[in-house]
């Protein structure tokens, strides 16, 4: 799947001939941006490599196929090709062996020939190289060309310094791969786009399948005509987290009889994080087994329930949940039960809670806890008490515990060591993102999908 950032999209349908530089260093997907704009562009492509074989292309990014036909991509990568003469105006060998004239020459009669060209030449430094031509008179020409012509024209840059070419071409974007806690994080700067609003300066991408595909801010759009959560099956050992790229990244799920910790930072989305865990939740109580629940601090359980019925329905959301709320006497909802009284009080509150809903049910219980919250009313040494003694119990009774910890609590360091999963929540430029500590992966972009009816969680790795 291609996803381009659509300020970049708008600046090359804009007309009169637009002209792109694309600069970044080596691997940060300079050629897969370049390909994937001519098919994004929906444009008759013309693609010019001094870096990849005609035959590489086309198995590295197979999709390219549909856009770009054979006879459009120049190979002036074989320096053992022999000399023809350069009146039958074969642009790979005007490269090797003719002049700046004659370049021009070949490249107009190939735009001659399509009805709406985009020509890509990669690298620019390296056609400037071969054809010894001095630079600046050389980029003024083509730009002057494709001007003329109408068409646009993308050069790819082996420079990622600020150059000549900076100011001379429309539109700039630069590619950068960093880290982020020794994970790979792929973001593209849209550096200038002539003429063009730009409403995000930098996007979060990954190469993934040889395409490229940008990410915008995470947006938790409403479900069209929702319906019934389809459960996705447990293994033998495994709870399915609800959601099949978690399951495959941990090899089938949460394991059976472990605690399970969900970290948040102070600039992720919580919706992203939410529809995670909610997941989780739809899949426990689609397969009738009960829920226990403590909500952060300021999360109504009035709203989770709203946010909830319309997947898997009024009754079963008040026979098999249970909300612990703090600081209430009573309660005129079946499903919301007050926690009060001491510390040792509220325990054994929650404990009577569970036992009942185990035996009422008969299966395995979800007991998800915000850490805030227990925090907050039970103190730092005691949460993690009573923590250490609930996983004690977990390996025992085969339930399922997720733990949610916000930024700053005291009592992370304690818990971290607890868990069998740890992951974290992060925003880049306002794309929701998740990656484990442990088990250690990648950066995955979280992205949610509501085709079916119901919200389903899909992860995208940044490679």
């Not at 007309?15 to 997907?29: D, E, N, P, Q, V």
């Not at 090709?81 to 020459?105: H, M, Q, T, W």
């Not at 005509?225 to 790229?245: A, L, V």
């Amino acid at each position: 799947m291609i996803d381009m950032p659509q300020e970049i999209l708008s600046f090359l349908n804009k007309k009169g001939g637009r002209t792109l530089l694309i600069k970044g260093r080596a691997g940060s997907g300079k050629t897969i941006l370049s390909l994937s704009l001519i098919k994004a562009c929906q444009k008759d492509g013309i693609y010019l490599s001094t870096r990849t074989r005609p035959d590489d292309l086309y198995t590295d990014c197979p999709w390219i196929a549909e856009q770009l036909s054979r006879d459009n991509i120049i190979d002036a990568t074989n320096p053992l090709k022999e000399k023809i003469a350069v009146k039958e105006r074969d642009l790979s060998d005007v490269i090797k062996y003719g002049s700046k004239e004659d370049f021009l020459v070949a490249l107009y009669e190939r735009i001659a020939q399509l009805q709406n060209p985009i020509v890509v030449i990669d690298s620019w430094d390296a056609v400037l190289s071969q054809l010894h031509a001095h630079e600046e008179r050389m980029e003024k020409a083509v730009i002057e060309l494709c001007k003329e012509t109408q068409t646009n024209l993308i050069l790819v840059g082996e420079n990622p310094e600020e150059t000549r070419l900076d100011f001379l071409m429309d539109g700039v974007v630069e590619l950068e791969q960093t880290k982020v806690e020794n994970r790979r994080l792929r973001i593209i700067h849209l550096t200038k786009l002539r003429g063009i609003l730009v409403h995000q300066p930098q996007y979060i991408f990954t190469l993934q399948h040889g395409m490229f595909r940008s990410f915008g801010r995470f947006r938790a759009n409403p479900v069209k005509n929702p319906q019934p959560w389809k459960p996705i099956p447990d293994t033998e050992r495994h709870f399915s987290t609800g959601c099949e790229d978690l399951d495959k990244i941990l090899g089938g799920g949460f394991r059976k009889g472990a605690l399970n910790l969900f970290e948040e930072q102070f600039d992720v989305s919580r919706s992203a994080e939410g529809y995670l865990w909610r997941c989780c939740l739809f899949n426990f109580l689609a397969q009738k087994r009960g829920v226990v629940l403590v909500a952060g601090e300021g999360v109504s359980p009035q709203k989770i329930r709203e946010l909830s019925i319309p997947f898997v329905g009024e009754e079963t959301w008040d026979q098999y949940v249970r909300v612990g709320v703090y600081g209430i006497e009573e309660a005129d909802e079946p499903y919301i039960v007050p926690v009060k009284g001491t510390s040792e009080e509220r325990y054994n509150i929650w404990k009577k809670v569970v036992k009942e809903l185990r035996e009422k049910n008969g299966n395995p219980i979800q007991d998800y806890s915000a850490l805030d919250t227990l925090e907050l009313y039970g103190g730092v040494e005691n949460t993690i008490k009573k923590m250490g003694e609930t996983v004690r119990k977990l390996k025992n009774s085969g339930d399922l515990q997720i733990a949610l910890a916000k930024p700053g609590l005291e009592v992370v360091e304690q818990v971290i060591n607890l868990a069998e999963t740890y992951f974290r929540f992060r925003s880049f430029f306002g794309t929701a993102v998740m990656y484990g500590v442990h088990p250690e992966t990648g950066l995955y972009v979280i992205e949610m999908d509501g085709s079916e009816g119901y919200p389903q969680v899909k992860l995208i790795p940044v490679v």
